[in-house]
Nanobody, 123 residues
Framework: QVQLVESGGGLVQAGGSLRLSCAASGSTRSINGMGWYRQAPGKQRELVARLTSGGGTTYADSVKGRFTISRDNTRNTRNTVTLQMNSLIPEDTAVYYC??????????????WGQGTQVTVSS
């Protein structure tokens, strides 16, 4: 099992920045990748950014050039993933969820989720 604890988020004016962090604990050696999803009211949850264990990144088109996902590399924070969000716009308002996943050759991937953190961008 993997546990995810998120921090960051809050209220910011359009054009501002926020930083989200997600710390994984438990069976972290099984993790193949981590990332962030978001869900706005009345909308489906969508991928924002993802970072694989090999260092590959994926971004939603709507956040490319504005958001950056990275992994902390210090000894004590190696299992922490950060999402730096710049040039925020009101459309970025949503609950942001940290995700970690494990890929199995014999079945579907297993997903783990954080509790979610609110990001609100005012115009």
């Amino acid at each position: 099992q993997v546990q995810l604890v998120e921090s960051g988020g809050g209220l910011v004016q359009a054009g501002g920045s926020l930083r989200l962090s997600c710390a994984a604990s438990g069976s972290t050696r099984s993790i193949n990748g981590m990332g962030w999803y978001r869900q706005a009211p009345g909308k489906q949850r969508e991928l924002v950014a993802r970072l694989t264990s090999g260092g590959g990144t994926t971004y939603a088109d709507s956040v490319k050039g504005r958001f950056t996902i990275s992994r902390d590399n210090t000894r004590n924070t190696r299992n922490t993933v950060t999402l730096q969000m710049n040039s925020l716009i009101p459309e970025d308002t949503a609950v942001y969820y940290c995700n970690a996943y494990t890929i199995y050759s014999w079945g579907p991937a297993e997903n783990y989720w954080g509790q979610g953190t609110q990001v609100t961008v005012s115009s």
